[in-house]
């Protein structure tokens, strides 16, 4: 006669443990992405000496950086990981504002990798083939930690020392717009460090009039 009249209670104490652990998932990704949002407004001290520099694509303040750590001596090669179909060093230069030539014969630019998962693969190929154990990793601060993931994995034994670019955008942007790029990017880290980034979409092929958005 009881099990009727405890159904209810039963049903109730699974819905409230049922919130309560949505509760605790949405406080734990809020507290990571507030540790996030402050990684990405950070800019990181000068990396030190390293075989090569690796740029991952996506604007032309990052391919500035890669060659003027180049320009520098930090490294003695650099990879432009991700570049897009048809560009070459002489234009993605040109619009960072710098002259390659001096550097170009030390510069290699990789057109294959559509993702952060390509970017990582295409990276460990290039530093696999000239010896490298150390790199300096180039790329958008809020970018980096999702990078640095997929990087360790395919490099265990390579000593990785990132060198992010804060992306104007991040400081003068529309603030939902930041937001949105910010969360979608530590959910994308998130799936990374859960082994799931086989899952997250390859970027779209970029024409040569998109190649240095974002």
């Known amino acids: 006669m009881n099990a009727p009249a405890a159904a209810p209670h039963r049903a109730r104490r699974l819905l409230l443990l049922g919130l309560g652990v949505l509760g605790g998932a949405a406080a734990a990704w809020a507290a990571g992405f507030l540790w996030f949002v402050q990684v990405a407004e950070i800019a990181a001290p000068p990396p030190p000496q390293a075989d090569g520099i690796v740029v991952l694509t996506g604007g032309a303040d990052r391919v500035r ?11 003695g090669r650099l990879l432009i ?38 970017n990582a693969q295409e990276t460990a190929e290039w530093a696999h083939s000239h010896d490298l154990h150390s790199l300096i990793v180039v790329t958008a601060s809020y970018h980096m930690p999702r990078a640095m993931a997929e990087l360790g994995r395919v490099l265990p034994d390579t000593a990785l020392y990132p060198a992010p670019v804060v992306p104007p955008a991040l400081r003068a942007g529309d603030s939902r717009a ?24 390859e970027r779209a092929e970029r024409t040569p009039d998109a190649r240095h958005r974002g």
């Not at 950086?65 to 490294?75: F, I, S, W």
């Not at 234009?91 to 550097?103: F, H, I, N």
């Not at 930041?178 to 979409?201: C, D, N, Q």
């Open 65 to 75: 950086t890669g060659l003027e750590l180049l320009r520098e001596g930090r490294a």
């Open 81 to 118: 990981s991700g570049a897009a179909r048809g560009s070459d060093l002489a234009e993605m230069a040109g619009l960072a504002g710098l002259d390659p030539r001096p550097l170009e014969s030390r510069v290699t630019v990789g057109h294959a990798a559509a993702s952060t998962r390509g």
């Open 178 to 201: 930041v937001l949105r790029l910010l969360a979608s990017e530590y959910t994308k880290w998130l799936a990374t460090e859960l082994g799931l980034s086989r899952f997250i979409p």
